[in-house]
């Protein structure tokens, strides 16, 4: 399972790429609301894995991720203007990388219920802080960013950090380190007694998948035109990634893709015919979910293949 | 005596608020020798193992691997340092396979070996342990004893300088302790050095070349099992003074 790539992934690469050449092809056809409805469903395939990352493995949920999208924008709207597009993105990464890391270090010794929290509470935090910054600082608090990138080069980068994402992902769970988060994930105290630094594995991890997240924000950031905090360190952001990783299922790398593409479309259909209720008809829909495939999409596809397969051998 | 010890254990304390748990405790562990550490519920032989391998920080005192110092590390750098545990309530890791099990000891143990190698040294140590062609199957559908196998042979995959059994035969029937029994003996016929708690008596008398037998923290008596089974403080915190 762990060692020479087997037929089952080099089929796995072979599709992947295939359907990210095809689907890197979208632009092409349409550019108005498929395009957009393409551009949120792939933001939230990226931040849904990069989340899952983390949090799959780990158990740790964490509700930061408004945190680190929010400041991979205002790296933009700081530095768009004076640096070229690819230091800024390197520069989004490290913020959030070096966040992760702040906060990790800070927090990674709570679990449970005590990190959603406080992983909440962060993302809170620098929402307030870059308000005072702002305030008192700059003396406004919005601000406009202008770059001039078309939706379909938005697209584009965002299918390459879907990518990167879900090959982040399957390159850990080869290595040592991916050996070292199931093991994390089942027993802490095995895990530690065994030789591992739990503590640094954890917060690797969490910087990697901050990184991502960050960029995803920063990639995002030239659709708002215009940012404030209100917008960039939106809670929602962060709930609806938890909502959709866990719909998917976080322990398969590609659950979160399945949870994100029913979500959005969901939420897009929701939206268009009952604009005032929409929050409150998807949270029933999340009941739902809950309540009958508490495995996730991606347990019960794997069930159900299961089954297929069985009756016709 | 000391120039061959592996492991030595010096004034070591540990207090929790007002309770002293382990209170003054000294002793050493000889290479390729099999140590019971003995003594009524509750008298701190789990915390002493704990201090030993890291989960606890000692009050006071110090643990020594050859004359490297270990007070004080977290127990990731004590396990790679070459110090192996089992633990009291068998801990094997539910998501992983019997064969990923071992692996684990392998990978993250002081010789840090990956992959194909990994899989050669948990494969022998599976059949070393009994568990030969149950390399797929999961920890949850096996036996208690296959389990409590399971976790030995994930501690010696770690080829540890120092094995710690915290008792690793409790919970066996008849049979299954014979076999353990077995298995610990072939153990210590290839040389390897281990400290155990240990409550069955049967195990105490033919396994342990010595005993440190302890007594509400303190040690209370340290010699051969018939030397300190036979000694009177002994008996009475067992069994009570009238018996003494």
Same mark, same amino acid.
């Given at each position: 399972?762990?060692?020479?790539?087997?037929?089952?992934?080099?089929?796995?690469?072979?599709?992947? &790429?295939?359907?990210?050449?095809?689907?890197?092809?979208?632009?092409?056809?349409?550019?108005?609301?498929?395009?957009?409805?393409?551009?949120?469903?792939?933001?939230?395939?990226?931040?849904?894995?990069?989340?899952?990352?983390?949090?799959?493995? &780990?158990?740790?949920?964490?509700?930061?991720?408004?945190?680190?999208?929010?400041?991979?924008?205002?790296?933009?709207?700081?530095?768009?203007?004076?640096?070229?597009?690819?230091?800024?993105?390197?520069?989004?990464?490290?913020?959030?990388?070096?966040?992760?890391?702040?906060?990790?270090?800070?927090?990674?010794?709570?679990?449970?219920?005590?990190?959603?929290?406080?992983?909440?509470?962060?993302?809170?935090?620098?929402?307030?802080?870059?308000?005072?910054?702002?305030?008192?600082?700059?003396?406004?608090?919005?601000?406009?960013?202008?770059?001039?990138?078309?939706?379909?080069?938005?697209?584009?980068?965002?299918?390459?950090?879907?990518?990167?994402?879900?090959?982040?992902?399957?390159?850990?769970?080869?290595?040592?380190?991916?050996?070292?988060?199931?093991?994390?994930?089942?027993?802490?105290?095995?895990?530690?007694?065994?030789?591992?630094?739990?503590?640094?594995?954890?917060?690797?991890?969490?910087?990697?998948?901050?990184?991502?997240?960050?960029?995803?924000?920063?990639?995002?950031?030239?659709?708002? &035109?215009?940012?404030?905090?209100?917008?960039?360190?939106?809670?929602?952001?962060?709930?609806?990634?938890?909502?959709?990783?866990?719909?998917?299922?976080?322990?398969?790398?590609?659950?979160?893709?399945?949870?994100?593409?029913?979500?959005?479309?969901?939420?897009?259909?929701?939206?268009?015919?009952?604009?005032?209720?929409?929050?409150?008809?998807?949270?029933?829909?999340?009941?739902?979910?809950?309540?009958?495939?508490?495995?996730?999409?991606?347990?019960?596809?794997?069930?159900?293949?299961?089954?297929?397969?069985?009756?016709?051998? | 005596?000391?120039?061959?010890?592996?492991?030595?254990?010096?004034?070591?304390?540990?207090?929790?608020?007002?309770?002293?748990?382990?209170?003054?405790?000294?002793? *050493?562990?000889?290479?390729?020798?099999?140590?019971?550490?003995?003594?009524?519920?509750?008298?701190?032989?789990?915390?002493?193992?704990?201090?030993?391998?890291?989960?606890?920080?000692?009050?006071?005192?110090?643990?020594?691997?050859?004359?490297?110092?270990?007070?004080?590390?977290?127990?990731?750098?004590?396990?790679?340092?070459?110090?192996?545990?089992?633990?009291?309530?068998?801990?094997?890791?539910?998501?992983?396979?019997?064969?990923?099990?071992?692996?684990?000891?392998?990978?993250?143990?002081? *010789?840090?070996?990956?992959?194909?190698?990994?899989?050669?040294?948990?494969?022998?140590?599976?059949?070393?342990?009994?568990?030969?062609?149950?390399?797929?199957?999961?920890?949850?559908?096996?036996?208690?004893?296959?389990?409590?196998?399971?976790?030995?042979?994930?501690?010696?995959?770690? *080829?540890?300088?120092?094995?710690?059994?915290?008792?690793?035969?409790?919970?066996?029937?008849?049979?299954?302790?014979?076999?353990?029994?077995?298995?610990?003996?072939?153990?210590?016929?290839?040389?390897?050095?281990?400290?155990?708690?240990?409550?069955?008596?049967?195990?105490?008398?033919?396994?342990? *070349?010595?005993?440190?037998?302890?007594?509400?923290?303190?040690?209370?008596?340290?010699?051969?099992?018939?030397?300190?089974?036979?000694?009177?403080?002994?008996?009475?915190?067992?069994?009570?003074?009238?018996?003494?």
């Amino acid at each position: 399972m762990i060692f020479p790539m087997q037929r089952r992934e080099v089929i796995a690469v072979v599709a992947s &790429t295939a359907a990210l050449a095809l689907l890197a092809g979208l632009p092409l056809a349409d550019d108005g609301f498929w395009l957009a409805l393409a551009i949120s469903i792939a933001s939230y395939v990226a931040m849904a894995t990069a989340w899952a990352l983390f949090s799959g493995p &780990t158990n740790y949920v964490s509700l930061a991720t408004a945190a680190f999208f929010g400041s991979g924008a205002y790296v933009v709207s700081a530095l768009a203007e004076t640096a070229p597009w690819p230091v800024v993105l390197v520069a989004a990464a490290l913020v959030g990388a070096l966040l992760a890391l702040a906060t990790g270090l800070a927090t990674l010794r709570l679990s449970g219920v005590y990190f959603v929290i406080f992983s909440f509470g962060l993302a809170e935090l620098i929402r307030q802080l870059v308000t005072y910054y702002q305030t008192q600082v700059t003396g406004s608090v919005g601000r406009y960013i202008f770059v001039t990138i078309s939706a379909s080069e938005i697209y584009w980068q965002l299918l390459g950090l879907c990518a990167i994402a879900l090959f982040t992902g399957w390159a850990i769970q080869r290595s040592r380190l991916g050996f070292a988060l199931r093991v994390i994930g089942d027993d802490e105290t095995v895990a530690a007694h065994s030789g591992i630094d739990t503590a640094r594995v954890k917060v690797l991890l969490f910087c990697i998948s901050g990184a991502l997240i960050a960029l995803v924000g920063a990639v995002m950031a030239p659709r708002f &035109t215009y940012i404030e905090p209100q917008i960039a360190y939106n809670p929602m952001v962060s709930f609806q990634v938890v909502i959709m990783a866990l719909l998917g299922g976080s322990k398969r790398l590609w659950g979160p893709l399945v949870g994100v593409i029913p979500f959005v479309l969901l939420h897009e259909w929701i939206a268009g015919r009952f604009p005032n209720h929409t929050h409150l008809l998807l949270g029933m829909v999340f009941l739902l979910v809950v309540y009958f495939v508490p495995q996730g999409v991606s347990g019960w596809l794997e069930k159900a293949w299961r089954r297929i397969r069985g009756e016709s051998a | 005596m000391s120039s061959t010890a592996i492991l030595s254990v010096t004034g070591l304390s540990k207090a929790f608020g007002g309770l002293l748990a382990v209170n003054q405790i000294s002793f *050493d562990v000889h290479r390729g020798e099999i140590v019971g550490l003995i003594g009524p519920n509750g008298s701190g032989k789990t915390t002493l193992l704990n201090l030993i391998s890291g989960a606890l920080a000692p009050t006071q005192g110090s643990v020594r691997l050859r004359r490297r110092e270990l007070t004080g590390l977290p127990p990731h750098r004590i396990a790679r340092a070459g110090i192996s545990r089992s633990f009291q309530l068998v801990r094997v890791l539910p998501s992983l396979t019997a064969l990923e099990n071992v692996m684990v000891g392998a990978t993250f143990g002081p *010789d840090a070996v990956w992959g194909a190698e990994a899989a050669a040294i948990a494969r022998a140590l599976l059949e070393r342990v009994g568990l030969g062609g149950r390399e797929n199957a999961m920890p949850e559908a096996m036996t208690y004893i296959d389990q409590k196998r399971i976790e030995l042979a994930r501690a010696l995959a770690a *080829d540890p300088q120092v094995l710690l059994l915290d008792e690793w035969l409790a919970g066996l029937n008849p049979t299954e302790l014979r076999i353990g029994i077995a298995l610990i003996e072939s153990l210590h016929a290839e040389g390897r050095t281990i400290l155990m708690v240990e409550h069955v008596m049967d195990a105490i008398r033919s396994l342990c *070349d010595r005993c440190v037998v302890m007594n509400a923290g303190s040690k209370l008596a340290e010699g051969s099992p018939e030397q300190v089974l036979s000694n009177h403080e002994v008996i009475a915190a067992y069994l009570g003074d009238d018996h003494a």
